[in-house]
C-alpha cells in the first residue's frame, strides 16, 4: 500500500525536454555558427551529451538546462499556464520583421515613437 501511495505523490519525470524547447536551442546554437562540440566544449559537456539533449534521449539537470540556454543568450522563465499564450504571441511579434523589412529583432519595451525614422516632430517646451 505504500509504494502505492508514494507512487501517485511521486512528482513525474519528463521522458525528455519538450520538442519546442529542444528545437529553440538547437536553432539558437545554429544560428551562431556553433557546432555541437562547440557549445559542449563552452558548457563543460560532451558533443554526446548536447546530442543526446537535443534529441531528446537525455533530460538534462536544471543546472546544466540552464547553463545551456544561458551560454545560448537565453533565458529560463516561470510563466503561469494561463499566460502562456500571451507571452508566446508578445514573442511572436518580436521575432517579426519591422515596417522597413530589414528582419531586426524589435525591443519588447520599445514604444513605437521610440523607432528610428519616427515622423512625429518634436515638441517645443512652453
Do not use: C, F
Request: aromatic letters at 2%; glycine letters at 6%.
Amino acid at each position: 500500500m505504500e509504494n502505492d501511495i508514494a507512487k501517485h505523490i511521486r512528482p513525474l519525470r519528463l521522458g525528455a525536454l519538450p520538442e519546442d524547447m529542444r528545437r529553440a536551442s538547437k536553432d539558437a546554437r545554429e544560428k551562431r555558427g556553433w557546432t555541437q562540440r562547440d557549445l559542449a566544449s563552452r558548457v563543460g559537456l560532451t558533443q554526446t551529451h548536447i546530442s543526446g539533449i537535443e534529441s531528446g534521449k537525455i533530460v538534462p539537470r536544471y543546472d546544466t538546462l540552464l547553463e545551456v540556454v544561458r551560454i545560448l543568450d537565453h533565458d529560463l522563465l516561470m510563466v503561469p499556464r494561463a499566460l502562456v499564450p500571451v507571452v508566446q504571441s508578445l514573442i511572436r511579434d518580436h521575432m517579426q520583421p519591422d515596417q522597413k523589412g530589414d528582419g531586426e529583432e524589435r525591443s519588447l519595451y520599445a514604444d513605437d515613437a521610440d523607432n528610428e525614422g519616427s515622423t512625429e516632430e518634436p515638441r517645443d517646451e512652453v
